[in-house]
């Protein structure tokens, strides 16, 4: 009998199956949460836990019978006796319940980790054009093996190609084998004409000398792994969030506003290690905050776009080089702006934003009550299609309803084969 | 050892030495005095998450991946993490050696339990059975879960994981018709088949009479009647074993395809006297880990304490609840085996009356660990019942049959444990657990060589209970998908008419596959 003891194997042997098992639900699995992330608060349903899935997709079909007169033995009689017919409805006429039937059918329900969530949410999306790419010192080398090399540190030795080449040397040089020594021992040992025990002598001494002379192993033939530093590329970003938290914005667009930066901030901090987000919110003037403040912070105000637009630059200008980072921008806000700040506005986003961003989105946002084509061009939006129409690469998009974010959002930042002008 | 050797354990800890020192005991027990013959036993310890790992890999240690194992393991993890779902204390392997896991959180009572009752009850059942005998390898089932695991990560590697996928869909779909339900032919040998051709010529020869060729004969079969059993009988037609069929004559099947499809039909091969044993599987280990635990208890190996632990899990195990409780789900083979077992024992021992007459080979006659092996040896659970079921035991389950026809007002109580419905009732019982009437009867009948090369199944439906049908579709689209070509199902009734027919092509995709 033997015991083993297996509790120190690695576990989750199920893991891969799990994986393979989610890849294949993962249609299945981000129609749902597309449909729950409409009516559930987007925090809850990237929390991930339980979801629940059509089996249609996942269905592991067998020949299988229903119905037809059935006979069953089961125990616990009390009161019936043969010939007694029981009503079919209801538990008391005694059909025994079948596992497994009613249950399999409607939906397959699991647990799945945040993890796993968020990745099946987000799989399709990228940031867009991460093109320039610049390679930061720290943290980013890693070790490549490079082929072998005849000098380096001992630890790093390859015994199997020094061993092999040494073979190659003795075999070339015809170092004489051990074996051929102990032959031509034996035979001198049993000689006994004393010219042939002359020859072989001599014939063993020329041999033990050849030994003496080729190594076994010759510093010629240590070999070392080679590995080479390669710097690996890391692309840093910065997102910058604006939003407009004047009085002109309702509750109803600044949870639409929110609702798009928390998948976006749930996407970036997924997606990429090196993105730094500020958060620039503004009524007619603007400030940096930190992100509590940006989504719940109260405020009030007028609404002076151009304020936001100049903040940015500065920002940039003093902390993000766009010579090392790329830069991106979304701004939302219900399309407001004063008609005075118009040239402003225009001048900033032309001359100092949109030269040194990769990507620039503007999310209008507007009343639950009208549909988005029904929306009457703002004086923001004018002004941004205008600029579009010149040649600006910026991207515009409206929204009215909880349930267009999502579909919005997945466009905006839809994986894309090749760069393309988005145009609204 | 003595055989007051002191106690094997105290309290509930156990350790590495405490399990040998368990294990010999049993063994003792188990071997001298109840006479099991087992496989050498290999012992494994494993956490809570490894059983699930293992709950989800039909219990074995080694599988192939497939997404449907991940479902299974998802929704284990569901209802084991919600506290819905206890786990096993054990999983036993019919393999050589026979492999249990015990769990690491058992008490030092409960690996005694496990070990009487997987290392040693089912441990003999599955060398002694005839139908593992029959069925199943023990000593190479390991190594071929090695190679096939290996033989599909490689044909993913190869093909593509998509096309493995689907083939592998596939084959699960008809798993439960890729079993051959009776041993297979024997290999034609030349040699004996010139000699049973010559007897016959001899014979021919030596009752030859010219009387014979002046008696009119029937009609005589056309020639396409001719070729066309000539055509089943060279496909090997009616098959029931349809993975079989698919893997020898599908005709566009990729030989990586087709190695898969005798995996998957290998398996399942393995498995199926694991499902005709279930009552008497659970019931022999069950009756064998009472013996040897009150046995240990006897010898005073066993506190007192961790014997009435034991008893605790004990009657946990072999309760059976009734029809109108919350808590039944059919019978409990745990429950109904152990009392069949220790049923015999008593016909066996301390026969009355009824069973002289119910049981006249037994009764009486003594020695009941030998009549109990040899029931183990020689029956599955349908022929077991129909055998051994006792009017005391139908009395004590108070057993009952119901008959429910959907065309009638109600369900019809047929037969309950009285001397009437005795007979009836263990009919009926043992029908309950025969694979034929489980499993849908379906078959290959024929396929359409001259014409477009439908492959034609059949499914004789048996008491009205005819298929499934949006499962059916996609077993049949999948089966389609092997075959290639158009496949046709046809539910006929005892009297032949037909009652439904299913048409299924194949999907485009998988004929360049």
């Known amino acids: 009998m033997y015991i083993v003891d297996r509790r120190l194997n690695p576990g989750s042997k199920s893991l891969e199956n799990r994986q393979r098992f989610l890849r294949r639900a993962k249609a299945l699995v981000q129609g749902a949460v597309k449909k729950t992330s409409q009516e559930r608060d987007i925090k809850d349903v990237l929390e991930g836990g339980e979801v629940a899935i059509p089996l249609d997709g996942m269905a592991e079909p067998r020949f299988r019978r229903e119905g037809g007169t059935r006979d069953m033995v089961i125990p616990g009689n009390k009161k019936f006796i043969e010939g007694d017919v029981l009503p079919r409805s209801g538990q008391s006429g005694g059909s025994p319940s079948e596992p497994g039937e009613g249950d399999g059918e409607d939906a397959f329900r699991f647990v799945l980790s945040r993890d796993e969530f968020v990745d099946l949410f987000l799989d399709d999306l990228e940031l867009p054009d991460l093109a320039k790419r610049r390679l930061t010192e720290a943290e980013s080398v890693t070790l490549q093996r490079a082929g072998y090399t005849t000098s380096g540190s001992p630890a790093n030795i390859s015994i199997g190609r020094t061993v092999r080449l040494a073979l190659a040397r003795r075999v070339a040089l015809r170092r004489p084998r051990r074996e051929t020594i102990a032959e031509l021992e034996a035979a001198l040992a049993e000689c006994i004409d004393d010219d042939r025990r002359a020859v072989l002598a001599a014939e063993l001494e020329a041999l033990k000398a050849k030994v003496k002379r080729i190594p076994f192993i010759d510093p010629l033939d240590i070999r070392f792994r080679r590995f080479e530093s390669v710097p690996k590329p890391v692309a840093q970003a910065v997102m910058f969030c604006l939003m407009d938290v004047s009085g002109s914005m309702s509750e109803h667009m600044k949870d639409l506003a929110k609702r798009f930066y928390m998948l976006l901030y749930v996407f970036l901090t997924r997606r990429y290690r090196h993105v730094e987000i500020v958060f620039i919110r503004h009524t007619d003037r603007a400030e940096e905050v930190d992100e509590n403040t940006f989504f719940h912070g109260p405020a009030s105000g007028g609404t002076l776009v151009s304020s936001a637009l100049a903040a940015m630059s500065d920002i940039v200008r003093a902390r993000f080089s766009p010579a090392d980072w790329n830069i991106y921008a979304a701004q939302a806000s219900d399309g407001d702006n004063s008609y005075a700040d118009s040239e402003l506005t225009s001048r900033l986003l032309t001359e100092m934003i949109l030269p040194v961003t990769q990507f620039f989105a503007y999310l209008e946002v507007g009343d639950t009550s009208g549909g988005p084509f029904d929306m009457p061009d703002s004086s923001l939006w004018s002004l941004y299609q205008r600029l579009q129409a010149e040649g600006a690469p910026l991207s515009m998009r409206k929204v009215s309803d909880r349930s267009e974010i999502f579909p919005v959002f997945k466009d905006l930042f839809h994986r894309r084969a090749k760069q393309e002008k988005v145009a609204s | ?513």
Not at chain 2, 98 to 117: D, F, K
Request: glycine residues 6%; contains cysteine.
């Open chain 2, 1 to 513: 050892m003595t055989a007051t050797g002191g106690r094997l354990f105290e309290g509930a800890d156990w350790d590495f030495q405490a399990l040998q020192r368990i294990h010999d005991a049993c063994e003792e027990v188990a071997l001298d005095e109840l006479g099991l013959e087992v496989y050498p036993n290999q012992i494994e310890v494993i956490t809570a998450e490894q059983m699930l790992d293992a709950y989800s890999s039909v219990g074995m240690p080694l599988f192939y991946k497939h997404w449907s194992f991940g479902k299974q393991f998802a929704h284990q993890e569901t209802f084991y993490r919600k506290g819905l779902m206890g786990l096993a204390y054990e999983i036993v392997i019919n393999s050589s050696p026979c492999i249990s896991y015990l769990m690491e959180e058992n008490t030092a009572t409960m690996q005694t339990l496990v070990i009487a009752h997987a290392a040693f009850g089912h441990n003999h059942f599955f060398k002694n059975n005839y139908l593992f005998k029959q069925w199943t390898d023990a000593d190479g089932i390991l190594d071929y879960l090695d190679f096939a695991k290996n033989y599909i990560a490689q044909c993913e590697e190869r093909h593509g994981r998509l096309a493995v996928e689907m083939t592998l869909d596939a084959a699960h779909a008809l798993m439960s018709h890729g079993i051959d339900r009776y041993p297979g032919k024997k290999k034609l040998d030349l040699r004996a088949e010139e000699k049973r051709a010559g007897d016959r010529r001899q014979h021919e020869e030596s009752a030859f009479n010219d009387l014979w060729r002046t008696v009119p004969t029937g009609k005589v079969k056309t020639r396409s009647a001719l070729s066309a059993e000539r055509r089943r009988t060279l496909l090997g037609l009616p098959q029931e074993n349809i993975l079989y069929f698919l893997e020898k004559t599908a005709p566009r099947l990729q030989p990586w395809q087709r190695e898969i499809l005798r995996i998957v039909r290998h398996i399942a091969q393995y498995f199926y006297p694991q499902s005709q044993t279930k009552v008497m599987n659970e019931g022999t280990a069950t009756y064998v880990h009472y013996r040897i635990m009150s046995r240990l208890h006897e010898q005073g190996r066993l506190s007192d304490g961790n014997f009435l632990e034991f008893l605790q899990s004990h009657t946990n195990v072999v309760f059976q609840p009734g029809f109108d409780d919350q808590r039944f789900s059919g019978f409990n083979p745990y429950a109904l085996g152990f009392a069949m077992m220790q049923d015999i024992e008593r016909i066996v021992t301390k026969p009355d009356e009824e069973d002289r007459e119910w049981f006249p080979d037994i009764a009486g006659k003594g020695d009941a660990m030998a009549v109990l092996r040899d029931v183990w040896a020689n029956y599955r659970d349908e022929s077991f019942i129909s055998q051994f079921l006792s009017p005391r035991l139908m009395r004590h389950f108070r057993m009952f049959h119901l008959h429910d026809d959907p065309t009638e007002a109600g369900i019809l109580v047929d037969a309950i444990h009285n001397e009437r419905g005795y007979r009836r009732i263990r009919r009926e019982l043992a029908r309950q657990y025969d694979v034929g009437y489980i499993d849908p009867n379906i078959e290959v009948v024929d396929v359409d060589l001259a014409g477009d090369r439908r492959l034609m199944l059949r499914h004789a439906v048996v008491k009205g209970a005819q298929l499934q049908e949006t499962d059916t579709k996609r077993v049949l689209q999948h089966l389609a998908d092997l075959w290639t070509y158009d496949v046709s199902l046809v539910e006929v009734d005892t009297s032949g008419n037909v009652l439904k027919e299913y048409v299924v092509s194949p999907r485009a995709v998988s004929a360049a596959a």
